[in-house]
């Protein structure tokens, strides 16, 4: 309705209407509620000095600012047609406040016409009012709730996200100490089984060294295939010697391998 328009135009950012009334521009500063204009300052006092004006119904941003305040629109109206009858009833079919005048013509009481008094039908229009502002109230505690909700979501997510950084930097730092460990003990398997050969080539290769003279009489004696050399040679000491020599030496060897694996 009108009020609600106005209600709106004031409430805006964008610009205002003009005046209904007249074409000077100025802004409004009130709605007359019977000629359905909105009005400027000069036309509202227009409105109060004009006699058929003057019962008409303003309401002013005034009245806006203060909704307590008791404006003219809240003054028991009287008819338009009627001027001394009160609009003390509301025409439902019709959505007109209407006087006694009004129901013994325009609006007799019939199928077309449903009478109820003025402040019956304002008490269900305040329930439907009061219906709305209750929805409305609902509708910000909802709204109130669902923030404080984003807001413990928010927190609660940003205090699992450092639980989870403490556990896996915690868990990495495990994984780090544990690699560290392990490859030190590498090192020194490493260490031992290097050094164990290192030393084992030296036995072998004083061996061989040691042994050079006799592995080079064993070599040409079989280089020349002489079958009654060799079998001659068989007895000799050194060649037996050598012998027992190099089977000490390769079960030692194959003693240690078995060991080492």
Same mark, same amino acid.
């Given at each position: 309705?009108?009020?609600?328009?106005?209600?709106?135009?004031?409430?805006?950012?964008?610009? &205002?209407?003009?005046?209904?009334?007249?074409?000077?521009? @100025?802004?409004?500063? %009130?709605?007359?509620?019977?000629?359905?204009?909105?009005?400027? &300052?000069?036309?509202?006092?227009?409105?109060?000095?004009?006699?058929? #004006?003057?019962?008409?119904?303003?309401? $002013?941003?005034? =009245?806006?600012?203060?909704?307590?305040? /008791?404006?003219?629109?809240?003054?028991?109206?009287?008819?338009?047609?009627?001027? /001394?009858?009160?609009?003390?009833?509301?025409?439902?079919?019709?959505?007109?406040?209407?006087?006694?005048?009004?129901?013994?013509? *325009?609006?007799?009481?019939?199928?077309?016409?449903?009478?109820? =008094?003025?402040?019956? @039908?304002?008490?269900?229009?305040?329930?439907? #009012?009061?219906?709305?502002? =209750?929805?409305?109230?609902?509708?910000?505690?909802?709204?109130?709730?669902?923030?404080?909700?984003?807001?413990?979501?928010?927190?609660?997510?940003?205090?699992? &996200?450092?639980?989870?950084?403490?556990?896996?930097?915690?868990?990495?730092?495990?994984? *780090?100490?544990?690699?560290?460990?392990?490859? *030190?003990?590498?090192?020194?398997?490493?260490?031992?089984?290097?050094?164990?050969?290192?030393?084992?080539?030296?036995?072998?290769?004083?061996?061989?060294?040691?042994?050079?003279?006799?592995? +080079?009489?064993?070599? *040409?004696?079989?280089?020349? =295939?002489?079958?009654?050399?060799?079998? $001659?040679?068989?007895?000799? %000491?050194?060649?037996?010697?050598?012998?027992? +020599?190099?089977?000490?030496?390769?079960?030692? &060897?194959?003693?240690?391998?078995?060991?080492? /694996?």
């Amino acid at each position: 309705n009108n009020l609600l328009d106005f209600r709106a135009q004031h409430n805006s950012k964008r610009a &205002r209407a003009s005046c209904g009334m007249c074409e000077s521009g @100025a802004s409004i500063e %009130g709605t007359c509620g019977d000629c359905r204009f909105f009005l400027c &300052r000069s036309c509202i006092a227009i409105h109060l000095k004009t006699p058929a #004006l003057k019962d008409h119904y303003i309401v $002013t941003l005034q =009245d806006l600012k203060n909704p307590t305040s /008791n404006s003219e629109f809240t003054k028991t109206q009287y008819c338009h047609q009627h001027r /001394n009858q009160h609009r003390s009833f509301y025409c439902q079919p019709c959505a007109k406040l209407v006087c006694k005048e009004c129901i013994t013509t *325009d609006h007799q009481p019939g199928p077309h016409h449903n009478l109820q =008094d003025v402040s019956k @039908a304002a008490q269900n229009y305040k329930a439907v #009012l009061q219906a709305l502002v =209750d929805r409305a109230d609902a509708l910000k505690r909802a709204k109130e709730t669902i923030d404080q909700e984003i807001r413990s979501a928010t927190t609660n997510s940003q205090a699992v &996200r450092k639980e989870i950084r403490e556990h896996f930097s915690e868990l990495r730092a495990r994984l *780090d100490k544990e690699e560290q460990e392990i490859t *030190d003990k590498l090192h020194k398997i490493e260490k031992i089984k290097k050094d164990n050969l290192a030393k084992e080539e030296k036995e072998l290769e004083e061996t061989l060294k040691s042994n050079a003279d006799g592995l +080079k009489f064993c070599t *040409d004696i079989l280089a020349r =295939d002489n079958d009654v050399e060799i079998l $001659t040679l068989k007895g000799v %000491g050194h060649v037996q010697q050598l012998g027992e +020599k190099l089977n000490a030496f390769s079960s030692s &060897r194959i003693q240690q391998g078995a060991w080492q /694996n």
